[in-house]
């Protein structure tokens, strides 16, 4: 790999624009090499700018090898980049009739599902960039969606229409529906595939037994909507992401104590756009961040609750942050129509 060693507010990159990485003090850094600024990541520079979606992006990914990062827009259009080299966008996913609000890929990075407005779930194959399964039952916006970690190749979803479906990518048209009362915003499943978890605009996280169809408990404590949520990667806790500016975390283990909320972070910001803003976990459990309405890109320690980063760039709302799956690199997608992967 090429080395060089950028001067203070430049990037190897000329697509790049200065900036600067504001770091709390407490946060271990490596000391600088020879040549400057020592690099911790496999990126071609510091801070690589993606730019080409003609809209807001609502969400990313990287895929599980951390080679791909998937990214969905008010552009209707799923773009997938390179992380390595240029970050070239080397594929378009098109079928959307509306916006892409949420994507995840499968755990065998095969595949991507997506949700739109449009009330449909997308099944997309990421070797042929064509659309394999649309999942079409919802009877409005489908705001989030999930697939099962592990076990059947299960999918949920959640919708303004005010249930949660379950879709088995095997058979035709939905197995399972839950109804809420209230739109739902934000889904998850549970490491062994048996529950799903569901956030809305009643402000409650409700867990749901598969078996029994029903919802088995209730986590309140947000003073807002929920707009994202995401499983801790050992499935012990959930994170959740609130339109009241808090970041919860929630005890999922079995036994555990009544009061499951066991963190609250805090610093970011919700505004009047009301969008999703979602949250995510570094890959060793170690850290979390989350979108943020002030253009800023949070990251938290979970063990003091700290902000260890606050990184700049954006300049519109960062609706979704996410870590990479294997080096100290962090992606960001924003309003602004532009996404940044930056390493710490």
């Keep these: 790999m090429m080395q060089f060693a950028p001067s203070e507010g430049e990037t190897a990159l000329s697509v790049v624009g200065p900036r600067p990485m504001e770091l709390s003090t407490h946060s271990a850094r490596p000391a600088p090499g020879p040549n400057g600024k020592q690099r911790t990541s496999s990126l071609e520079s510091p801070i ?10 609502y969400t990313m990914k990287f895929n ?8 969905g827009s008010h552009d209707k259009e ?3 980049w390179n992380v390595h080299g240029e970050c070239k966008n080397f594929m378009v996913l098109k079928g959307h009739k509306n916006a892409v609000l949420d994507l995840h890929w499968t755990t065998d990075g095969s595949q991507i599902i997506s949700a739109s407005p449009d009330k449909t779930v997308g099944a997309w194959d990421v070797e042929t960039g064509k659309r394999i399964k649309k999942m079409a039952e919802h009877s409005s916006f489908v705001n989030s969606c999930h697939p099962a970690r592990r076990g059947p190749p299960l999918i949920v979803s959640g919708s303004d229409d005010g249930t949660a479906k379950l879709w088995d990518m095997r058979l035709r048209g939905a197995i399972q529906t839950f109804p809420d009362k209230y739109q739902i915003t934000a889904v998850s499943f549970s490491d062994a595939s048996d529950k799903i978890f569901t956030g809305g605009i009643d402000n409650d996280i409700k ?14 404590g947000h003073q807002d909507m929920i707009t994202g949520m995401s499983l801790s990667p050992d499935g012990s806790y959930l994170l959740t992401n609130g339109m009241d500016c808090k970041l919860c975390i929630w005890d999922m283990r079995p036994y555990a104590p009544q009061n499951r909320c066991v963190k609250i972070m805090e610093g970011h910001q919700h505004n009047f756009e009301k969008n999703l803003l979602k949250c995510g976990w570094s890959p060793d459990g170690s850290k979390v961040t989350a979108g943020s309405s002030d253009r800023m890109v949070y990251v938290w320690d979970t063990t003091s609750r700290r902000i260890l980063y606050m990184l700049p760039g954006h300049t519109g709302s960062v609706n979704e942050s996410v870590f990479h799956p294997n080096e100290p690199i962090i992606g960001s997608c924003g309003s602004d129509k532009q996404i940044y992967l930056g390493e710490i």
């Design 207 to 220: 867990v749901w037994d598969l078996r029994k169809a029903e919802v088995m408990m209730t986590l309140q």
């Design 48 to 57: 690589m700018l993606l730019t080409g979606h003609q809209s807001a992006i």
């Design 78 to 80: 799923i773009f997938l």
């Design 64 to 71: 599980p090898t951390g080679t791909v990062v998937a990214s």
